[in-house]
């Protein structure tokens, strides 16, 4: 295979007029080039202040079918979970994973709630995650792999509710690279600021137009993705 | 410029087919207060060797184009596709031979379509045809992407007091004629144009027209072997009100 | 796979004449056509700053084909720093060899697949079931299109050729284990088998392979971009994933990735942005309690770096949106299978050749009206007529072009050229035309022109050339 690579390289400069590599000018504008990246055009819709942020970001994630709430408190979760899956008549059982948000809410206010802290598995019918960040330009939930939130958890399961603290609501996908460059999205588990094993970006529920091109949601992922934006990080 | 010197690229299909869009051309241009000369050795832009491939020919074709028109102030041409040919194609053609760019470019720079020159250079603002009747509008490709021409006609057949246009729903996809491609790949093209004079019919309109020939004989022979009875003219006859004789296709009564 | 036999591009005119007599196709391209125009339409509206997004996005491929060798490095450094091994592939046999080899090594039977066109070019599925490992697909429309042993009709919709009730049909022959006499009229019905018939192999497979949309060069990263989560399961829940990329989806940047998938959705589908947009870097870390063990890129060449320096170079910023198809009006009379490989439309036209010679594919690029439609909706701003033409030029060059057609060009050049013969001989032959047609104003039928009358009438000329009327009337 290095013969391969070999191959490859060099009808690349071939192709392209050069005998060998490039010279070290050259190199090294490239090279700054990759360690800092420069953002290319940004889309004037996002150019708002942080409240129309907010509304941005749930008429976009609404406009692709996800359906969205909002509370005041981490402690209005438990309640906000029970009654849409009551409403949508799906069982009170949840599989989730333990992360910072989602480990201060007061879950034990709302024992009708079934809460298993696990990987999903295959008859698992309702997940329930946080999510890093909320892009406004167009509903986007961005996701990062880890321990504390395992990326099946966004595909198996038929039903996922998001949890979305409202400070994390950002404009870009632009502002997700620069959170996980300077940390400020994942706390101490990414010191290193390396990319996580999975970003998942995730607009609105799973869907397919494979069949005359008729829009049907639940394809393979999830049928509903319901976001609960919740105001403060506090409990009360 | 007050009356300039414009030169009539009269378009091969135009010589050959349909003799009353260079006089109803030249009438446009003349009300408009140009000059109007038709160089006699001219015969055809160049496009069916270039569409082949063959762009030996091409070039040929192309200096002997340049040559014949590059004395006038402009080339008018009553066809998007040649115009097309001329002010877009010409200058890609040479980009190798310096001199024969420059004048390529020149040549180019001058070459208008018909409906262009009018509305964009003469910004002529009155049209004297008594054309009377409810007609739809064809979008011929090259003039519509290499020219932006889509206002220009629609503008002047506005000042026609009795024309009324429908527009015609996907007035910007093909109609399938393409050159040889019509008669090369005749199946795909049968398709096109039937789906394009489907929507024609159903506008209601009674007559169809377009600037560029080869898109309205293509449109027009679809349409009457469908037995259908819409005239089919190009848009110069109807804006110098120049619609007495036959229709295209259709046959002469004197 | 005698269906491979029969759809070369070789084949085209026969492939096309086929598939215009195809009822179920017509209906099937009428249905789809209005969704991917109108909805790139509606998207494209609600962004001010799309076209200058085109031009960024155009710039970025155009800066990375100019420096392939050293972002191709860089991302490979990349991503074995992160724990992934990278592969190079000149070929389809080398990925394929690659493929089985990894796959052997750990003694895979079965392998889930997410939708890939470099897939689709290395035939890998035939390769793992010639070795006795199955390849399922679990895009709807590759599942679609997999069990009814076809090719795919289009880059973004695989099975966009075909109605619900061909669908239906095939499921039916399939799911033999399901009741014979259950409803599967409607496409939620249909969606909702697939689902559930697809979701126990999900856990079967221990090989997930899928495409990519970019390979990112700053971090190692792989995107893959999906409405379904197909692509996600099938790499998450396998204990090895494998992604198979072509060398040009490099891009420099995540943020210049960011541009790319701003004006790809918004193309392809007219979403604003796909569902599921997915940055893949290394196997699983220590601490995760999923996602696959080993992570694979096979870096395909397959005549790539031939077409970079050439005037081909602008087709490898191609970014597989399949815009030029829907707005195309040859593939949606036609359909995707006529064009006889993986890539239909425009941008098959000028890949095809490329990649399996002009020899092989010369119709494709002759087969267009040059209308320019596929290049006005390009979000790469790809010159496709004009690549189109460099084809036809290759051709004639290399005198693969039709003797008739080629002498034809000839005679008609050489009166071109001598205006005053050319008049002469035209003149003579728009009388004669004048005089046979006279009464009826036009032809139902013509010698030399049958190509023409089989499907329309010809107008019969005016009597005289414009030239001739023009001098009489100049000298009275």
């Known amino acids: 295979m290095n013969e391969q690579r070999q191959i490859i390289l060099n009808n690349i400069r071939r192709s392209l007029g050069r005998s060998g590599p490039m010279d070290k000018e050259k190199i090294s504008a490239l090279k700054d080039r990759l360690t800092s990246p420069k953002r ?176 049907l949601l639940g394809a393979h992922g999830p049928r509903r993705l319901h976001i609960i934006l919740v105001d403060s990080k506090e409990t009360n | 410029m007050e009356n300039p010197q414009v030169a009539l690229f009269v378009t091969c299909l135009v010589d050959l087919f349909r003799p009353s869009v260079g006089f109803a051309s030249i009438k446009l241009l003349e009300d408009a207060g140009c000059l109007v000369e038709v160089p006699k050795l001219q015969s055809c832009c160049g496009q069916p060797a270039y569409n082949t491939g063959d762009i030996g020919e091409t070039k040929k074709i192309a200096k002997q184009v340049i040559e014949t028109f590059e004395s006038y102030d402009y080339v008018i041409i009553p066809s998007g596709s040649c115009a097309g040919m001329l002010s877009r194609h010409y200058p890609m053609i040479f980009t190798n031979d310096n001199e024969w760019l420059e004048r390529a470019n020149k040549l180019a720079d001058r070459s208008y379509e018909l409906l262009s020159f009018l509305t964009d250079v003469l910004k002529i603002d009155s049209i004297e045809s008594d054309f009377k009747g409810v007609v739809t509008y064809h979008d011929s490709c090259s003039g519509l992407r290499e020219l932006s021409i889509h206002e220009q006609p629609r503008k002047l057949m506005d000042k026609i007091e009795g024309l009324h246009l429908r527009e015609l729903p996907d007035s910007n996809v093909c109609c399938g004629f393409g050159g040889t491609f019509c008669v090369k790949y005749a199946d795909i093209s049968d398709r096109m144009v039937e789906n394009k004079v489907n929507q024609i019919i159903e506008t209601g309109a009674q007559t169809l027209l377009a600037g560029d020939l080869g898109c309205l004989m293509n449109m027009a022979g679809k349409l009457q072997r469908m037995g259908s009875r819409l005239k089919v003219r190009h848009v110069a006859e109807v804006l110098a009100g120049m619609t007495r004789g036959p229709a295209i296709g259709e046959p002469n009564r004197d | 796979m005698l269906l491979m036999v029969e759809t070369l591009p070789k084949q085209f005119k026969k492939n096309a004449s086929r598939q215009l007599a195809d009822e179920d196709l017509r209906k099937a391209l009428t249905k789809s056509k209005g969704h991917f125009t109108g909805g790139r339409q509606k998207a494209i509206d609600n962004l001010p700053e799309f076209d200058s997004l085109r031009d960024k996005a155009r710039d970025i491929k155009d800066h990375v084909l100019e420096n392939l060798d050293f972002y191709l490095e860089e991302y490979e450094q990349k991503v074995i720093s992160t724990g992934g091994k990278v592969h190079w592939a000149s070929t389809k046999e080398d990925v394929q060899n690659t493929v089985l080899e990894i796959c052997r090594s750990v003694n895979a039977t079965s392998v889930n697949k997410g939708k890939s066109m470099i897939g689709e070019e290395c035939d890998i599925n035939e390769a793992l079931e010639n070795s006795g490992i199955r390849a399922v697909e679990t895009d709807l429309g590759e599942y679609i299109i997999q069990i009814r042993d076809e090719r795919p009709s289009h880059i973004i919709a695989p099975a966009v050729h075909l109605t619900k009730s061909q669908v239906e049909k095939s499921f039916r022959e399939t799911h033999t284990h399901l009741d014979p006499q259950r409803i599967l009229e409607e496409p939620p019905t249909l969606l909702e088998e697939a689902r559930t018939v697809l979701r126990g192999k999900y856990f079967e497979a221990q090989v997930g392979i899928t495409g990519a949309n970019f390979l990112v060069a700053e971090t190692g990263s792989s995107i893959i971009v999906t409405n379904e989560g197909n692509g996600d399961l099938s790499q998450l829940l396998p204990k090895v994933h494998i992604v198979l990329a072509s060398i040009e989806k490099i891009v420099p940047s995540l943020e210049d990735a960011s541009t790319l998938l701003r004006v790809l959705a918004r193309s392809a589908t007219g979403q604003e942005f796909s569902v599921y947009t997915t940055v893949s870097t290394g196997p699983r870390r220590k601490a995760d309690l999923d996602g696959p063990e080993e992570y694979h890129v096979i870096l395909l060449d397959n005549g790539r770096t031939n077409m970079l320096g050439t005037e081909f170079q602008d087709m490898l910023r191609c970014i597989r949106c399949g815009a030029c198809m829907n707005h195309c009006p040859v593939y949606q009379s036609v359909g995707g299978h006529a064009y006889g490989w993986v890539y239909p439309g425009p941008m098959g036209a000028v890949l095809t050749p490329s990649l399996l010679g002009v020899d092989e594919a010369g119709h494709l690029p002759n087969a267009s009206t040059f209308c320019g439609r596929c290049e006005e909706v390009c979000p790469v701003r790809i010159p496709l007529p004009k690549l189109m033409r460099h084809w036809r030029q290759r051709e004639f060059e290399s005198h693969l072009t039709p003797k008739f057609a080629r002498y034809g060009i000839k005679l008609w050049a050489y009166l071109v050229k001598r205006p005053s013969l050319y008049k002469w001989v035209m003149g003579v032959q728009v009388k004669i035309l004048f005089l046979l047609g006279k009464r009826q104003g036009r032809f139902s039928s013509l010698p030399f022109a049958g190509g023409w009358t089989k499907y329309r009438e010809f107008p019969a000329p005016e009597g005289k050339t414009f030239q001739q009327l023009w001098s009489e009337s100049s000298n009275e």
């Open chain 1, 40 to 215: 290319n055009l940004i889309p004037e819709r996002t150019s708002l202040t942080s409240s129309s942020l907010i509304t941005l970001f749930k008429d976009m994630a609404e406009g692709v079918f996800a359906s969205v709430e909002e509370v005041d408190r981490l402690s209005d979760i438990p309640r906000a979970i029970t009654s849409y899956l009551k409403k949508e008549n799906l069982p009170s059982q949840v599989v989730m994973s333990s992360d910072e948000v989602l480990d201060s809410v007061p879950w034990e206010e709302q024992p009708l709630l079934g809460i298993s802290k696990r990987i999903p598995e295959k008859d698992d019918m309702v997940s329930v995650t946080s999510a890093a960040v909320g892009v406004a330009e167009t509903g986007t939930l961005a996701m990062f792999s880890g321990p504390d939130h395992p990326s099946t958890l966004n595909f198996l399961p038929e039903t996922h509710v998001v949890v979305l603290p409202k400070d994390r609501v950002a404009k870009s996908y632009e502002d997700v690279w620069d959170m996980i460059r300077n940390n400020t999205a994942m706390g101490d588990r990414n010191e290193k600021k390396e990319m996580p094993r999975t970003v998942n970006f995730i607009t609105g529920p799973s869907r397919s137009g494979d069949i005359e091109q008729t829009l």
